[in-house]
Every structure is written in structure tokens, then in C-alpha cells.
């Protein structure tokens, strides 16, 4: 008889699962690029996610949606909403691999951020950290020895956004329950998404609308199995295997659109995500409790 697996191996397994689901949704919205707008993408993946939690809401009825913190849900879903769009522009110019690596500077922003917003001090380690985290942003993005793609601008103007929602749910996180900030999320990067996307709309065909769905789906269900990993097991423990999703953009990146990573993806991708992990688990080895990351 096969003996369960421990909370530490399912976590583990849980985030391996987590990062194959979140890169997907990346590889998804790749290939509706050539169909539709980003802006048009984020707000229909946002509303189409808002569709698929109503079932939540009505297992638990609306208690869910009473918030005393509306404000910081209106501020977190404006620039979750520009996380996303400069995302999606992103994948438009870039290889999906080097997308992925240097979005793993968002616990870099965050600790940056951390300073003024949430009165944390800065120590050696931590700048010893954030300076080697961005250095090997510098290795990807090699700047002086080739021209730098714009797409890089936006990946990494796509990580800060990001960085200043985590901030924001960090905030609101004290009093109010995931599912509550999950939807209010969802329905205001909704909200804030849906000019922009007006602008460029036409009407998806039935394909579309296909692909449409497996983004929502897989963004979502990416979203609640990282959750689960986190609750399974220690951050320190499974936050390693996030860097999984590099290796998983490198497989995609390479079987679907025939793109092949240059070697400096790896190394800076690497120290970049080092740096990141080093720093989330000094800061929970102190006592300090730093959110899980995970955009898109």
C-alpha cells in the first residue's frame, strides 16, 4: 500500500504544477497576440476570471464582497491591471524565457518598496541582496552590448507594478480573506482594463473565445495551487521551484515557437533568483512575514 505523501513533497509538488499552469497561461496569450490587442487580452482574461469565481460566491454567499479597505482594492487593481497589460506587451517582443526570468525581480521591487510603504529597514544583506538581484538583470538585459529590447522596459516596468499590488495586498491581507481580495482584484483590473481594451475591441470568434478561456483557467488555477503549495509546506521550502517556471518557458518557448534562449537568460535568470529567495527566506528566518509572489 503506496504511504501518503508528506505536507512537504505535496507542497513541492503543488508549486512544480503551480508554475507548468502559470506558464502555460503565458504561452496561451502568445499565441492570441497574433489575434487580439493586449489591452483587449487583460481586460477579457480578468472578467472571464471573474466569471469563474461567481460559483465561490454562491457556495458562500456575499460576505466575500464586505470590505472596509476599498480604497487599497481600487489601488491594487490599477496596477494590477498595468502588471498585466505591460506583461502582455512584453510577450509580444520577447522570448517567453527571458520574460520569465526577469520577472523574478518582483521580490527584488518589493523589498525596495517594502522601505517606504511598509516602514521596513534596509541592512547590508538586504542591499548586498537587491544589488546582486538587479546585477543579474543587467546580465540578461547586457546593456552597451546590444541594442535592449523595449520589451524588457515593459517586463520590468511589469514586475515593479506588480511589486506595488503585493504591497497593497500585503496591506489589506491583515483584515481581509484571500477570496475576498482575489475577487475584488479580478473585478477591478476588470474596471480598469476595460477603456484601453474599448479602444482596440473586435468581436473574438468562437476560437478565440477558446483560447480565451484557457487562459482564465489556467491563470486561476495556477493562482489557488500556488496558494495550496504555500499552505502545504514552508515558503522557504517550495519558493525554490519556482524557478521551474524558467525551465518550463525554456521547453515551451522552444517546442512551440522554436525560440532558443541565450545563455545569459540562464545566468542572470539564476542570480536574479537567488537573490530573491535569499532575501524571502532571511526575512522569514527573522519573523517577518513576506508575501508570496505570483504574477501574472
Known amino acids: 500500500m503506496a504511504q501518503p505523501l508528506s505536507h512537504n513533497v505535496r507542497g513541492i509538488l503543488l508549486m512544480v504544477l503551480a508554475t507548468a499552469l502559470l506558464t502555460s497561461q503565458t504561452v496561451f496569450v502568445r499565441i492570441l497576440l497574433e489575434s487580439l490587442h493586449p489591452f483587449q487580452i487583460a481586460f477579457l482574461r480578468s472578467a472571464i476570471g471573474v466569471l469563474l469565481m461567481m460559483p465561490f460566491l454562491l457556495r458562500t454567499g456575499w460576505a466575500p464582497l464586505k470590505t472596509n479597505h476599498l480604497g487599497l482594492m481600487v489601488f491594487r487593481g490599477g496596477f494590477n491591471a498595468v502588471a498585466m497589460i505591460l506583461y502582455f506587451f512584453a510577450l509580444a517582443l520577447l522570448p517567453i524565457a527571458e520574460v520569465s526570468a526577469l520577472t523574478f525581480t518582483t521580490p527584488l521591487f518589493l523589498a525596495v518598496l517594502a522601505i517606504p510603504f511598509l516602514g521596513e529597514k534596509i541592512g547590508p544583506r538586504r542591499i548586498a541582496s537587491?544589488?546582486?538581484?538587479?546585477?543579474?538583470?543587467?546580465?540578461?538585459?547586457?546593456?552597451?552590448?546590444?541594442?535592449?529590447?523595449?520589451?524588457?522596459?515593459?517586463?520590468?516596468?511589469?514586475?515593479?507594478?506588480?511589486?506595488?499590488?503585493?504591497?497593497?495586498?500585503?496591506?489589506v491581507s491583515r483584515n481581509e480573506s484571500s477570496l475576498t481580495i482575489t475577487i475584488y482584484g479580478l473585478f477591478f483590473l476588470s474596471v480598469f482594463a476595460l477603456g484601453p481594451a474599448i479602444t482596440v475591441w473586435k468581436w473574438p470568434s468562437l476560437e478565440v473565445w477558446g483560447w480565451l478561456f484557457a487562459i482564465a483557467a489556467t491563470g486561476t488555477t495556477g493562482q489557488i495551487v500556488f496558494a495550496q503549495s504555500m499552505k502545504n509546506a514552508d515558503a522557504s521550502l517550495v519558493m525554490p521551484f519556482d524557478f521551474t517556471k524558467l525551465i518550463w518557458a525554456s521547453l515551451f518557448g522552444f517546442f512551440i515557437f522554436a525560440e532558443i534562449p541565450e545563455i545569459w537568460t540562464y545566468i542572470g535568470g539564476a542570480i536574479i533568483f537567488a537573490s530573491a529567495t535569499y532575501f524571502t527566506y532571511r526575512e522569514r528566518n527573522i519573523g517577518k512575514p513576506v508575501p508570496a509572489v505570483a504574477n501574472e
Not at 134 to 155: D, H, K, Q, S
Not at 157 to 167: H, K, Q
Open 130 to 171: 537587491l544589488v546582486i538581484g538587479f546585477t543579474g538583470a543587467l546580465i540578461i538585459i547586457r546593456p552597451g552590448f546590444e541594442v535592449i529590447n523595449v520589451g524588457v522596459f515593459y517586463t520590468l516596468g511589469s514586475a515593479a507594478a506588480w511589486a506595488v499590488a503585493v504591497v497593497a495586498i500585503k496591506l
